[in-house]
């Protein structure tokens, strides 16, 4: 059974930081590109970031570079994502996803999906 487990979420304060994790087991996790995917409450996705299979490659929305990292450990199956200098309009379910092939900001093109880890940024 496929599955991907985020954790990490929580609240955090306007200028903190948050390091997401999203744990894969059920697929042959160093076959797949990984993304992270937002959001926030009263919208659609949005896509975050993403890592190519082996992590030597990486993209970010425009939103996000600067202040967000993200990185694999293919010998551990875990996907994370460093959240620094967030922000109001950071607050929102943060979703990893998986896909065979190359990476894409396109939200459909992912076949797996974890549930979502809340993060709300507020003083």
């Known amino acids: 059974e496929v599955q991907l487990v985020e954790s990490g979420g929580g609240l955090v304060q306007p200028g903190g930081s948050l390091r997401l994790s999203c744990a894969a087991s059920?697929?042959?996790?160093?076959?797949?590109?990984m993304s992270w995917v937002r959001q926030a409450p009263g919208k659609g996705l949005e896509w975050v970031s993403a890592?190519?299979?082996?992590?030597?490659?990486?993209y970010y929305a425009e939103s996000m570079k600067g202040r967000f990292t993200i990185s694999r450990d293919n010998a551990k199956n875990t996907l994370y994502l460093q959240m620094n200098s967030l922000k109001s309009e950071d607050t929102a379910v943060y979703y990893c996803?998986?896909?065979?092939?190359?990476?894409?900001?396109?939200?459909?093109?992912?076949?797996?999906w974890g549930q979502g880890t809340q993060v709300t940024v507020s003083s």
């Open positions: 890592i190519s299979w082996n992590g030597g490659s990486t």
């Open positions: 059920g697929f042959t996790f160093d076959d797949y590109a």
């Open positions: 996803a998986a896909r065979t092939g190359t990476v894409s900001a396109i939200d459909r093109d992912y076949q797996y």
